[in-house]
């Protein structure tokens, strides 16, 4: 597995944090909600390929979450992004929010994407199966969808910072160091996700526009984004199939790294 | 010393055996219209009553889907104050500025109610609280800027001669021109409320407006929140006036100690165990980063979290008590905070009508004429050399 190595890029926005790895020939990815730009399956994703992992505005040490409100401005950023890197036609894998933004940049500019994966991605409203809660619910809620074995070092982290509570009555100390990096991810989230939640109401009829050949995959324990969403950006991408990774749910990148790393390894390659 | 009379309008009659929060997902067919026309009635009886029996001012704010406050609308409440009460200040603390759109309707609709009542509103201005944005799909991660955008635009279209053209980033009206324009010039006195935000009280110190103190925190909050808000204002080049600064606690004066807390502990209780869960939901982005720390500390101090009546009493939660009692710690923390309006909740939870008519005909007659006398207007209320003496 090799390791990502931190760089900060000028781009449009202000300074954004980038992590690199590997050589061969380059692959994005695009985190989720939960900031992930360094993650188990981006860092074995760099024994084959040269792996770039942008953070997102607001997330991380990323600047400029001011200057992004909407999928446009996102779409916008990364195309500034990609022209500062030299990134011309490249495979982009996506986790959940970052599954939307490639979909949003892959409708938009098809020419900049060579291939197109998309790990539970939302982004897309079904009738009567939307994603579930993310802005209002505890860190122990929310680890019930991200994983489907909650013994997974970061659902107990989870687990532990919602039971954090100080004594009645008592001024307390909280760990700033554990609650500063989630606020920063779902306020930057919730600029772009909050209404409409998580999906774009006019994407679904833009995916048609997509050229790059497209994989979808579902973890198949994913309670978060229902499967129905996998399906539909695989009916409507011309490209498309869809595959389930058993015994992984939202987080697949860091609960099932082996899998989605052989996965995507194959259909890039292809 | 300048005294307010601040309603939440509750609703007391949550079924028993339900224990979920009393915000935004709160089942609304718990709530039973007609209950609600009487408690309206009812609730509206004792803010015409403080006038009355001599307050100076009456206080509604602005909540959505909750059964903690049932006033989504406190300007249709506040104008029907100001064709029935005929010398009050009306203070509506406030309209949840992002909430509006666009933000002219208030003010409009504040414009109204102080023409209505011959120049007696107090403008409030607020972000919202947290549940107000699930309850609006509003986005919290941009509540502050529109929040300032808003404002902006309010206080430019009392100010300035109309028509004139408006291009913000949230909100853009080619033709800003209101009808009405308030009575108090150059525009009715603006209360902006908070709960200890950085951003809000350095907001509130350089536009010269009052900053009213959010409860259910202990005194020690409110002491640390108030010296913020002083060094502010220093910071600003001038001195807090004790006008500028409101302090908002429950209040129950009854005949003896005894009686006061016999009366009052179960209405108390059901406020905090049923009425509070769910007001501290906290969206993302509704909070800058540099406050965070701050209401993250105070967070384990929130009235929710009590759970003995000694804790009430120690951190001065409510202010309960004889006469003599409530005079002499009402003293006490006033000098200690040096807020020159004092902004009482005299109903709260399940508290019936008639014992809060008695706590309000009590305060007045026998508190109020004792704080007047020890705080005389125009005179500074911060004494931190007199606050400790007293107790």
Known sequence: MSSLSEEYVETDVGKVQVFRGGDGAPLVYMHSAAGEAVNPTAEKLADWFSVVSPVFPGFGESEGVDKVDDMEDATFHHLDLFDRLGLDAVPIVGLSFGGWMAAELATRYPGRVSRLVLVNPVGLYIEGQPVKEIFGRTPAELAEDMFADQSHPMAQMMHMLSEFRGDVGQQIEVPMELVLPIWKSMSATAKLGWDPYLHNPKLRRRLHRITAPTLVIHGAQDTLAPKAIAEAYTAEIPDARLVDVEGGAHLLALEKPDEVTDLIREFVSS | ?391
């Open chain 2, 1 to 391: 010393m300048r005294f307010f009379s601040f309603h939440l309008m509750p609703y007391p009659d949550l079924p028993s055996d339900y224990d979920g929060p009393a915000w935004v997902t709160v089942p609304n067919q718990f709530y039973d219209p007609n209950l609600g026309s009487g408690l309206y009635n009812r609730y509206l009886d004792e803010l015409i009553y403080a006038e009355e029996v001599g307050f100076d001012g009456v206080c509604v704010n602005e909540h959505h889907q909750n059964a903690y406050g049932n006033m989504p609308s406190p300007n249709l409440i506040a104008s029907i104050l100001a064709r029935q009460t005929s010398r009050v200040r009306i203070a509506v603390v406030g309209n949840a500025l992002p909430l509006y759109d666009p933000p002219t309707r208030v003010a409009e609709e504040f414009a109204m109610i102080d023409v209505i009542s011959g120049g007696r509103l107090i403008a409030g201005m607020v972000v919202g609280g947290g549940p107000e944005y699930y309850s609006f799909s509003i986005n919290p991660a941009d509540a502050r800027e529109r929040f300032q955008e808003a404002h902006d635009l309010i206080v430019k279209a009392w100010t300035t001669p109309g028509p004139f053209e408006f291009i913000g980033k949230h909100f853009r009206i080619r033709y800003v021109n209101p009808w009405p324009r308030p009575i108090q010039q150059p525009h009715p006195e603006i209360w902006i409320p908070g709960a200890g935000s950085l951003e809000t009280v350095e907001f509130v110190a350089r536009q010269r407006y009052a900053y009213m103190g959010i409860p259910y925190f202990p005194i020690t909050v409110f002491e640390r929140m108030f010296r913020m808000f002083r060094d502010a204002c220093e910071a600003e080049g001038y001195e807090a006036d004790p006008l500028q600064q409101g302090w908002l606690v429950p209040i129950y004066v009854a005949e003896t100690d005894e009686q006061a807390r016999r009366e009052y502990e179960e209405h108390l209780w059901y406020f905090v165990k049923r009425l509070l869960p769910g007001i501290t939901i906290q969206p993302p982005g509704y909070t800058s980063v540099r406050s965070l720390g701050n209401i993250l500390k105070s967070a384990g101090t929130f009235m929710l979290n009590l759970e003995t009546w000694d804790q009430v009493v120690d951190g001065q939660y409510a202010i309960v008590g004889s006469p003599e009692t409530v005079t002499d710690l009402l003293i006490e923390n006033l000098s200690r905070l040096g807020t020159g309006n004092l902004l009482g909740l005299f109903q709260l939870g399940t508290l019936p009508h008639d014992l809060t008519k008695k706590n309000l005909a009590l305060f007045a007659e026998q508190v109020m004429p004792k704080l007047r006398a020890e705080f005389p207007e125009g005179q500074p209320v911060h004494r931190p050399s007199a606050a400790g003496q007293v107790a």
